[in-house]
């Protein structure tokens, strides 16, 4: 083990050497050139349309809302199923819902990510996104992400003096640091904290993720507001069919939800596996998937490869513990969906689990082992499903509505505008 860690140290070294720079070369490349066309296509856009638009009064129980996003609507991940229900529920309120994402435009995806792509620079991009954004004549546009449509809009509304706001869904710095190593990371800082700096407010999936960022002086502390996601707590349920392919893993089954990667830190979930009683479930893929099905798959341990609805639902209903090994995620949606079917959590005691375990519903521990053996033992199903519950959509967007017409009202306010 002392080895296998020892080579990935040289291995991160050696790739923040030789691949930090030309990759941070293309980053300069890139920011350039939507910051060009952002200038001289995107803002004369926005100057036409807002002339050419009729003026209308704001009615707050109606208002005009644009969500970005950089995932691809293919993609299986929290952010993506964040961004329909916040569509779905702020509709269900009456709003006005548009949406920019990845998928209008021409897109490439990350090297050993195929689920991850972003959308290339270009004219016709930042000329698409300024037309939408004029056109629809937004009251509120958040950005979700950092990548390429969200920088785009950042720069274009920075430009242009419309407010936004934005959330932060990614600890983008703590994969940065996983593949390329501390001093990349600390880049990829200055670059979030630019992002985030002229946002009307910071929104983030939990508490303890707020706090770190007013800690780390990236965000101050009266912009930043947490908003817990929600959970559909009628798909996620202990009620149904099992999954066949687990029914006869010996008890109990440990089960793992989630992309196949070293940033996700499943090794640290596989390597327990001989220390473990009974069985192991992995749902998922990713760039470590060959490696590890190849290293740990057997008869005690199962790769299912990625599971959507039904599928996936009956995967949580059949296992007994679920295991959250990721120390970089900023809430962890698995967490709340395995709860929702009954299953205590075994999870590290860091940004997101700390937000989320509660006694009865698993066990935070700095030994995975010892979180996953408590777990087991102390987690109670009724008590996991009574605390998934209280994590409502419809309560996240009536949230994020409130927290953006405070910020609508101190803007109405400061330049004598009226609303119905």
Known sequence: MAGLLSSIRIKKWLLGIFVGPPVYGLFLANFFLISLWAIT?????????????????????????????????????????????????????????????????ISFTLPRYSEVSLAVPSPYMLFTIARNIAKFDADIINVMTEGNAGLAVRILCSLYGQPYSTMW???????????????????????????????VVVITPSPSMGKELVRQG??????????????????????????????????PIWLYVGRVSHEKNIGAFL???????????IVGKGPYFDEAVEQYASPRCKFLGWRQGEELHSTYRTADVFVFPSRTDTFGQVIIEAMASGLPVAAYPVTGPIDLVVPGTGATD?????????????????????????????????????????????????????TD
């Open 41 to 105: 296509v995107g803002l004369p856009v926005m100057a036409f349309y807002s002339i050419v638009r009729k003026r209308r009064i704001v009615n707050p129980k109606k208002l005009r809302i644009v969500l970005v996003t950089d995932t691809s609507q293919q993609n299986i991940c929290g952010v993506l199923r964040k961004f329909h229900e916040l569509q779905s529920k702020l509709r269900a309120r009456g709003h006005v819902v548009t949406t920019i994402h990845t998928n209008q435009f």
């Open 366 to 418: 700095g030994s995975l082992l010892d979180a996953c053996l408590r777990a087991h033992k102390d987690g109670k199903k009724k008590q996991c499903i009574a605390h998934a519950k209280t994590f409502n959509w419809q309560t996240m967007a009536d949230r994020f509505l409130e927290v953006h017409i405070e910020q609508l009202h101190e803007r109405w306010e400061a330049h004598g505008q009226h």
């Open 218 to 251: 990236i965000v101050s502390q009266d912009l930043c507001r947490p908003i817990l996601n929600g959970c559909n707590t009628e798909e996620f349920s202990p009620e149904g069919e099992l999954c066949d392919e687990m029914k006869d893993l010996p008890r």
């Open 271 to 281: 390597n327990l596996l001989e220390k473990l009683p009974g069985s192991a479930a």
């Open 169 to 199: 869904c990614t600890r983008m710095d703590l994969y940065v640091r996983e593949f390329v190593g501390r001093f990349w990371a600390a880049m990829s800082i200055f670059y979030l904290r630019w992002f985030h700096k002229n946002s």
